[in-house]
């Protein structure tokens, strides 16, 4: 399984990314923004990180990237793309995912683990996973605050679209358990076609006991099985 | 050729919330300012544009506005000054 790791001046997960992707039986390699071609490449995934500065808007200048013009094409195609938060800023600020990131409710910069709902396991990033389950995963930014006018947050209700909920340990969503002010607790959601997911915590920082948790990686397992379904 | 030098406020979008002006409406109440009723912030953009007349800068800026400096999602836009500079055209 070859996968693309998207790196931009900024990104600074782009190697857990890579880890975390190699950890899962993948072979990554990195493009940079300024390459072309996406062809040949099983899922492209776009890292974390603060995108120059964050000027103007998190992750609106990586958009106007070269290279974003091929993660368009692979993505209306109908290839796998995973946005992990600068990710999930920049496929949002390029138009894949609907809504838009904006600042904290609270304002400041979050950086803790949070809990998260799997709100459907029939996805190609969520399958090792069971619908209902409660997730350990960091978070650690200032612009994750998932805003959408009133219809497009119906749309993506309606359309099942929402992956991942922000939640308190009985797995409800409540004020509290959301760190950033995310309508409907959103913290992960899929396009209409289910083939890109954006997402403001980082399963890719949840791979090994060591470091806390290691309820990310069924996200990379469950792209891969899926990937691996696809080849057979 | 003229040269002119174009304002564009980008703001966030009504009823959208804005953090950082709820945070400064409570700086200004609690300053004494008992009587501000909303604050919003947004930004200022400046940009020295060559262009074949006024309306062609404005057309620009507006282009601009769409493809980069604003997010429809979340904010609005408006060129909000434009004068020709002096002596900069051809």
New interface residues.
């Given amino acids: 399984m070859k996968v693309a790791v998207v790196t931009f001046p900024g990104s600074n997960c782009d190697y857990d990314l890579y880890k975390a992707a190699q950890q899962v039986g993948a072979e990554p390699t990195f493009i940079w923004h300024r390459e072309r071609g996406l062809d040949g490449y099983d899922a492209v995934l776009l890292p974390g990180g603060f995108s120059y500065g964050d000027y103007l808007r998190a992750g609106a200048i990586a958009r106007m990237s070269p290279v974003m013009e091929d993660v368009i094409a692979y993505a209306t195609k109908g290839g796998p793309v995973l946005g992990i938060c600068n990710g999930f800023q920049i496929l949002c600020e390029a138009g894949l995912l609907p809504g838009a990131l904006v600042r904290n409710s609270g304002l400041k910069f979050a950086s803790k683990d949070v809990l998260l709902r799997v709100e459907r396991n029939n996805t190609i990033f969520t399958s090792s996973y069971t619908a209902g389950q409660v997730l350990r995963i960091p978070i650690a930014h200032g612009e994750g605050n998932y805003e959408a006018d009133r219809e497009t947050l119906e749309r993506i209700e309606e359309g099942g679209q929402v992956v991942f909920r922000y939640v308190d340990s009985a797995g409800d969503t409540t004020d509290d358990a959301n760190p950033n002010g995310s309508w409907h607790g959103i913290a992960g959601l899929v396009n209409e076609g289910g083939n890109v997911l954006g997402m403001m915590p980082h399963p890719e920082r949840a791979m090994e006991d060591l470091l806390g948790s290691t309820d990310g990686i069924g996200v990379f397992t469950s792209l891969i099985a899926s990937l691996s379904a696809l080849a057979s | 050729m003229s040269h002119f030098r174009l304002e564009i406020r980008v703001k ?1 979008r009504p009823g ?2 804005d ?2 002006g709820k ?1 400064i409406h409570h700086a200004l109440n609690s300053l004494g300012w008992d009587g501000v009723a909303d604050v919003r912030v947004g930004k200022a953009i400046y940009i020295d544009v060559a262009a074949e007349s006024q309306q062609a800068a404005l057309e620009v800026a507006d282009a601009m506005c769409r493809k ?2 604003a ?1 429809p ?2 904010e609005d836009y408006e060129v909000s000054g434009i004068s020709e500079l002096e002596g900069a055209g051809a």
């Fill in positions: 966030p959208l919330l953090p950082q945070a980069l400096l997010n999602v979340t």
